[in-house]
T-cell receptor
Framework: GNSVTQMEGPVTLSEEAFLTINCTYT??????LFWYVQYPGEGLQLLLK?????DKGSNKGFEATYRKETTSFHLEKGSVQVSDSAVYFC??????????FGTGTSLTVIP | KAGVTQTPRYLIKTRGQQVTLSCSPI?????VSWYQQTPGQGLQFLFE???????NKGNFPGRFSGRQFSNSRSEMNVSTLELGDSALYLC???????????????FGNGTRLTVT
């Protein structure tokens, strides 16, 4: 079946630290991969996406590379800010508009 | 462009009652999906509608139903509410059928349902 496993949180980092949130997936065929972010009291917002192997998605300093050989899509940012504090969700889309989400990783950045 | 609008933002109901949640997609979006978000189960897919037809359905009991109108607005109904139905219900819209492109989902801010 289709599933997403992402690193458990919560994660606490100091401002300007390097961030990695691991995400691996299981899917048949070639899914599209996404990272969404959820701020308190809000819905999910698309952060970045990649639709085929070796694609790199990037937005707001965040990056993730679609690695087919390791079935991974790890999220990275070189220098986090307090405003990056949120919950991050990795997701895959296999067919149709049905997305499969990871359980979310809560990030807190302290000044 | 206005985003996905969900109403109401908060609901409190008692067990056994029924509830209807509403979602207005982004203008021009024809696909509407619903997700249930809980701390224990995360985000779980309920169903997707496209052009007034249900195209996909998740693994939820028949108490959960939905529909889509000709203007793409969607409603979700839960009958005979149970305590475990307490959750954040998220609606998401997408411009087209998936087979025509690879559009992401655009989420609303959700309806927080509490069942007492």
């Amino acid at each position: 079946g289709n599933s997403v496993t992402q690193m458990e949180g919560p994660v606490t980092l100091s401002e300007e630290a390097f961030l990695t949130i691991n995400c691996t997936y299981t899917a048949t065929g070639y899914p599209s991969l996404f990272w969404y972010v959820q701020y308190p009291g809000e819905g999910l917002q698309l952060l970045l996406k990649a639709t085929k192997a070796d694609d790199k998605g990037s937005n707001k300093g965040f990056e993730a590379t679609y690695r087919k050989e390791t079935t991974s899509f790890h999220l990275e940012k070189g220098s986090v800010q307090v405003s990056d504090s949120a919950v991050y969700f990795c997701a895959l889309r296999r067919t149709g508009n049905q997305f499969y989400f990871g359980t979310g990783t809560s990030l807190t950045v302290i000044p | 462009k206005a985003g996905v609008t969900q109403t109401p933002r908060y609901l409190i109901k008692t067990r056994g009652q029924q509830v209807t949640l509403s979602c207005s997609p982004i203008s021009g979006h024809r696909s509407v999906s619903w997700y249930q978000q809980t701390p224990g189960q995360g985000l779980q897919f309920l169903f997707e509608y496209f052009s007034e037809t249900q195209r996909n359905k998740g693994n939820f009991p028949g108490r959960f139903s939905g529909r889509q109108f000709s203007n793409s607005r969607s409603e979700m109904n839960v009958s005979t509410l149970e305590l475990g139905d307490s959750a954040l219900y998220l609606c998401a819209s997408s411009p087209a059928a998936a087979s025509l492109g690879d559009s992401p989902l655009h989420f609303g801010n959700g309806t927080r349902l509490t069942v007492t």
